[in-house]
């Protein structure tokens, strides 16, 4: 597996960022957490003067053997369903990524479905089609683990290659909310029923049905030592090549995109195995899922949006893409008090 370099951005040029944010026409921090994002965007690029460069959204995608204990409201066939719906553009995720102009990409990462070879949009990493039932045995090996993230890692890179500095992450594989409880349950400590959620729309009962499963998905596998183990036994093929994905974003200093209760599941694991990450990471908005309030505090993060949303595909990063470019806009674009010859504050 590949070991990945992420340097922290450097902190030099934090002061005259905020000076030059100061200075805007403008009351001082009327631009709210608009300044913040500036901020952050500058000190990842190391300049006063970031761009967002070819914006891509990477949706992968991968099948659950946890999918068989119906933890989920729908059945598998959906997962190689909606690939073929966002590579046709009828998604949420096509609309909004057309709307802003972000270029996206489906990466089969393992759905259970043998897809026509060269369809436009699609990147096959296939490692299996789909992972074991993690109720039973780990859902993949620790190898395919590694091999997850060497593929993701593979995929940011070509998209790196081809001058893009922004991406966003999002994905599609059913019974994933299932993984991403585990992995949050098992990185944060925190007691499984917090952390699971109704996913694609489970009533009362069936939420009851999956938090039994899961606790007993639990009880088999014991205490995990590593954040790898813990990807292997309950990650999915999609969650681990994000894992990878992320790392290798973080390591090219691009800016990350997180989505809702699944990206940030990812998010966490490769927050685990490098802490680096974090400021590369830019929180776009908070999922309704139960858990995602607590995996945000967790990480010391507030997201940008709040609009009930509970989709996943990348939904959530691309309706907060448009924020991004305002930000950028406004550090470049603003005047200051001085270049407009308007009156400072007074003393
Ligand atoms: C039509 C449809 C489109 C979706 N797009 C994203 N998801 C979302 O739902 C799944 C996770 O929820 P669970 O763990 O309950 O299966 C993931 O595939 C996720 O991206 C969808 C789900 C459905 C049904
Ligand atoms: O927040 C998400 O990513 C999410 C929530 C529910 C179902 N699918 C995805």
């Not at 944010?21 to 006063?48: F, H, V, W």
């Not at 009533?203 to 039994?212: A, M, Q, S």
């Not at 010391?300 to 989709?311: A, H, K, N, S, Y």
Request: hydrophobic fraction near 45%; charged fraction near 15%; include cysteine.
């Amino acid at each position: 597996m590949k070991s990945f370099r992420i340097q922290p951005p450097d902190q030099s040029l934090r002061a005259a960022l905020q000076t030059k944010i100061d200075n805007k026409t403008k009351p001082l921090g009327a631009l709210g957490r608009l300044e913040a994002l500036a901020l952050q965007i500058g000190l990842i690029q190391g300049t006063s003067t970031p761009t967002l460069h070819a914006p891509h959204m990477l949706i992968f995608a991968g099948d659950h053997g946890i999918a068989a204990e119906g933890v989920s409201a729908y059945p598998q066939e959906v997962t190689w369903q909606m690939v073929m719906n966002f590579l046709q553009g009828g998604a949420a995720i096509n609309v909004f990524s057309k709307q802003h102009q972000l270029q996206l990409y489906v990466v089969d990462a393992g759905v259970n479905y043998d897809f026509p070879e060269n369809l436009p949009g699609l990147l096959s990493h296939k490692i299996a089609k789909g992972t074991q039932n993690f109720l039973h045995e780990q859902a993949m090996k620790i190898e395919a683990a590694q091999r997850c993230i060497d593929q993701g890692a593979e995929v940011v890179t070509s998209i790196f290659n081809k001058g893009c500095n922004v991406v966003g992450f999002g994905e599609m594989g059913i019974g994933n909310t299932s993984s991403a409880s585990m992995l949050m349950s098992g990185l944060l400590n925190i007691p499984i029923d917090q952390c699971t959620g109704r996913g694609t729309g489970l009533d009362d009962e069936r939420l009851h049905h999956k938090i039994d499963i899961l606790t007993k998905a639990q009880q088999r596998h014991g205490a995990l030592a590593s954040p790898l183990e813990l990807l292997a036994t309950f990650g999915g093929f999609e969650i681990a090549q994000m894992v990878g994905a992320m790392l290798q974003a973080a390591e090219h200093k691009m800016i990350i995109l997180v989505d809702g209760f699944i990206v940030s599941a990812a998010f966490l694991v490769a927050h685990a195995i490098d802490p680096n990450l974090k400021s590369y990471g830019v929180f776009c908005h908070r999922s309704q899922e139960q858990g995602h309030a607590h995996m945000m505090r967790a990480l010391d993060v507030q997201p940008l949006l709040d609009l009930g949303m509970r989709l996943g595909e990348g939904t959530g990063a691309a309706m907060a893409y448009p924020l991004l470019a305002s930000a950028v806009a406004f550090l470049n674009e603003m005047a200051s008090f001085e270049s407009a010859h308007v009156s400072e504050k007074n003393s």
